[in-house]
């Protein structure tokens, strides 16, 4: 935040005997310059931001009335943290739908179908340390939808978020009233009665790379332009409500392979960074887009922080080798961090989302997902292609310790996601 002008001084201003010498006042002059370019930097330092990964700028002082987030029905009990708090058993309000009941969900996270032998994973419930979480209300959310445009864009982690909440809403809608349609990148739930669309736009890194095709994109030699986010961001104009996520594919190693130009030029132009480095140009250019093309007053945008794998089960205590392989307990430890998840890209986002003007709300949803190794796929999901008789012989091999069973931990990312719409 910017101070306001200060009042020049001169010399000629001053009575004579109190008249400043040279070297005051080119000291005052320096410190009012430092105070203009640096403010905000200073504001972060002194506390009057609030905590990295709240990552909302304070507002600055005013008489006038907070202004009202769009959507917003109500507040958030003061002193609650919905991130913060621990999975409780609950077998009478979950699961929230069956999974034979909803038809939209892909092969890749039908673990009953798959064989998997257990369905405890369904029953958690997550409650905050200091207050409850709204009950997600379906009727609520399709009435707020009616007319417009609800957006998940970033890889298959949003994709399950996407099918979650499009799940969760099903059984208030009439099987003759909603459809679904995929072209190319993008996926169109609709509901007809609404003339509500709840939308799906694979851009694994939201900026253009070579990893964009929505169905071959299992590239190993990633690479991702500079400044291209407009190349996916046209698809997402008009979009009153957005939900983005990046984070798994930018994990490559340490650096990132960045192209300066276009991946249409012959000779290309290609420089190796660190992944934050990578990631916080990524970072830069979706708040920019959003700047640029979202209205403040009638549209909001979510970004749902890194979601953990579950690959290294020395990480929780377990012998090495093991992963989230037939796993059916939680973590209890409350402090618990997989070494997955970089805290040095959490920074990242810390800093350039705290410096930024640009309304965003953030979903944490790392540290609670943290804890539940029970709730991926792991073996129990459709395979790419045949699996090998050493595969078969050790299925440690072949889990997937990134993806999530559902019904399971993804629908409680859009309750989260519920609760700071209409309660921020």
Known sequence: MKPSSPMSFTSSSLPRKTRLSPYLFTLLAFILFVCVLYGEDFMCIFGQLEPTFNLQPSPKPSNKKPEKLAFAIGKTEENCDVFSGKWVRDEVSRPQYEEWECPYIQPQLTCQERGRPDKDYQFWRWQPNHCDLPSFNATLMLETLRGKRMMYVGDSL?????????????????????????????????????????????????????????????????????GSINKHGRHWKGVDIVVFNTYLWWMTGLKMKILQGSFEDKEKVITEVSTEDAYRMGMKSMLRWVKNNMDRKKTRVFFTSMSPTHAKGIDWGAEPGQNCYNQTTLIEDPNYWGSDCRKSIMKVIGDVFGRSKTPITFLNITQMSN??????????????????????????????????????????????????????
């Open 158 to 226: 949003n994709r399950g978020m996407f099918v979650s909440m499009i799940c969760l809403l099903h059984r208030v809608i009439p099987n003759d009233q909603r459809s679904i349609k995929t072209s190319g990148s993008l996926t169109v739930f609709t509901a007809k009665e609404y003339n509500a669309t709840i939308e799906f736009y694979w851009a694994p890194f939201l900026l253009e790379s070579n990893s964009d095709d929505a169905i071959v994109h299992r590239v190993s030699d990633r690479v991702v332009r500079k």
């Open 371 to 424: 804890y539940r190794k029970d709730a991926h796929t792991s073996i129990y999901k459709k395979q790419w292609s045949p699996l090998t008789s050493e595969q078969i012989a050790n299925p440690t091999s072949y889990a997937d310790c990134v993806h999530w069973c559902l019904p399971g931990l993804q629908d409680t990312w859009n309750e989260l996601l519920f609760a700071k719409l209409f309660y921020p």
